[in-house]
């Protein structure tokens, strides 16, 4: 058996490489590397080393019939797939690198953690939400299930790291992340969030709780965080007071949907966006580092920022003198942004919207988020304010005629659309329904999304408004590598957040008079 510092050593230096490891079922040891990165040697050391790697990795030896293997699992609910989901296994299976629709959530605490408190509020939590103990199966016509199984025991391997000096602590820390960020789920298996727990010194914990997009979608995550604040400290407290039961489950959401589609409804619909989209192209060309690819690899990255509070203020100020939201007044500077970039006037913006209605929905954990396509047409004519009303009311209405984006992409084609996108380039992320800020007694909590480098959009700008205004904004661009560097990256967000801010400095001046770059910083 392998010495522990020499499996760390190992480690380290593959983080080192970008070569990201995972565990599939069956003992099954995964690498996903750089070609240049795939020596004979390393190849060799990664065979001599497998099971210890596949210790490290929380996967499955073979040797059990736990999470992961092929032993068997009660089924306690079982029914067909929701739009949203379909949308996901489709996606899964259709992507070099799955991980890409990983949740990876990294949760920091300072102080005095009650590790035992902690597993059994995370023991509980996914016993809650049937969504986190779930496995997804096709039939023999092809139609896709989601079967709700009895959770398994709770999994949660535990990184000591106190042993190490103390400049070796931080690196290490962070590769195990990454290494968990990267973790690959089969879908046919439960898709039982993926845990570990590491301890940096006495009192300074990580806890890596990674979910598949197919679980949970950014309202979810606010829900799950929110639920294992207070799990947790109860069960510290030695009084336990769970919240109140889950207002729906996910199989509770998909019947529902089923039982409320309308055929003429969503013809309706379809015929709204047909009329919408008419003429928009199907894509914007702005400047890239290197030329494109046939076909995009799936590799990225993810750049991150602020906005402070006076900025938000002056967005939510702009927004609140039109009567319109402050997604509407990000949308339109998107826009021009964009045009700025490419000199097209007229862009078509995915949206991810939370798609829920009601009080029902509310503390559900499921993936209900689909995508609305949003046009933004510059006309250089128009005052700041008049396009962000005119957007936002456009907006408005796609929310009001929401449909799975492959229907709208259909409705555009049966009108006569001649090239129409399967994937909408750019996004724009306003992250309005998601709240990570979260407190514990005792503890000092700090959360972070530790996407893996990877992207689904070309470009997904993003904004997510902290729960104390003061705070402002995080910023965030996930961005294609093949596309972009990340110093290019790291320029356009840049440059979006401060066009952002002169385009709400400026309500009554013309459009036009933003689009000149006020110099290269935006320019890849």
């Not at 080393?49 to 596949?54: F, N, V, Y």
């Not at 992961?68 to 029914?79: A, E, F, I």
């Not at 489950?249 to 989209?277: C, K, S, W």
């Amino acid at each position: 058996m392998t010495g522990t510092s020499d499996i760390d050593a190992l480690l380290t230096r593959l983080a080192a490489c970008d070569v990201q490891l995972s565990a599939a079922p069956g003992g099954i040891l995964r690498y996903d590397a750089p070609r240049a990165a795939l020596t004979e040697a390393l190849l060799d050391e990664l065979r001599l080393h497998k099971d210890e790697l596949l210790l490290r990795l929380g996967g499955d030896d073979g040797s059990d019939s736990g999470p992961g293997s092929d032993g068997p699992y009660r089924v306690t609910d079982r029914t067909l797939v929701s739009d949203q989901q379909a949308r996901l296994i489709a996606g899964h299976h259709s992507v070099p690198h799955p991980e890409v629709w990983n949740i990876p959530t990294r949760v920091c605490f300072t102080g005095t953690l009650d590790v035992d408190a902690l597993r059994a509020a995370l023991g509980d939590l996914i016993g809650r939400h049937h969504a986190l103990h779930t496995r997804f199966a096709q039939d023999a016509d092809g139609a896709w299930w989601q079967e709700v199984v009895a959770p398994p025991p709770l999994r949660l391997p535990l990184d000591d790291l106190t042993a190490l000096t103390a400049p070796e602590r931080g690196p290490r820390a962070d590769a195990l992340c990454r290494q968990a960020a990267r973790h690959r789920f089969e879908l046919s298996e439960p898709v039982l969030p993926h845990l570990r727990l590491i301890q940096v010194e006495q009192d300074q914990w990580i806890l890596m709780f990674v979910l598949h997009h197919i679980c949970a979608d950014g309202w979810s995550l606010s829900v799950i965080l929110a639920e294992l604040a207070a799990l947790y400290t109860a069960a510290a407290a030695g009084t336990p007071r769970p919240p109140a039961a889950p207002t729906a489950q996910a199989t509770d959401f998909a019947r529902d949907a089923r039982a409320r589609h309308d055929p003429a409804t969503e013809t309706r619909r379809a015929a709204y966006f047909a009329t919408y989209l008419d003429g928009v192209p199907p894509r914007t060309d702005i400047p890239t580092d290197r030329p494109r690819p046939g076909r995009l690899s799936g590799r990225g990255g993810t750049i991150r920022g602020s906005l402070s509070g006076e900025q938000r203020a002056a967005v939510e100020k702009f927004a609140a003198g039109l009567h319109t939201t402050p997604f509407a007044v990000a949308a339109s500077a998107l826009g021009v942004f964009l045009t700025r970039l490419s000199g097209e006037g007229d862009h078509l913006i995915g949206v991810p919207y939370a798609n829920r209605e009601g009080a029902a929905f509310e503390t559900l954990v499921a993936m209900t988020s689909t995508t609305i396509m949003v046009r933004v047409r510059v006309d250089p004519d128009e005052t700041c304010a008049a396009l962000a009303v005119r957007t936002g009311a456009g907006a408005l209405e796609a929310m009001a005629h929401v449909l799975p984006t492959a229907r709208i992409m259909q409705a555009m084609r049966d009108a006569g659309a001649r090239d129409v996108p399967d994937r909408v380039p750019h996004v724009l992320a306003f992250q309005n329904s998601v709240d990570t800020d979260i407190e514990i007694p005792g503890l000092r909590v700090d959360v972070e999304d530790l996407a893996p480098p990877l992207a689904r959009a070309e470009l997904c700008f993003g904004l997510a408004p902290r729960r104390e205004r003061a705070l402002g904004y995080r910023t965030f661009l996930e961005y294609s590598a093949d596309l972009w560097d990340q110093e290019t990256a790291e320029r356009l967000l840049a440059s979006y957040t401060a066009l952002l801010g002169e385009f709400c400095s400026r309500p009554d001046a013309r459009v036009g008079s933003l689009l000149q770059s006020s110099g290269k910083a935006d320019t890849p």
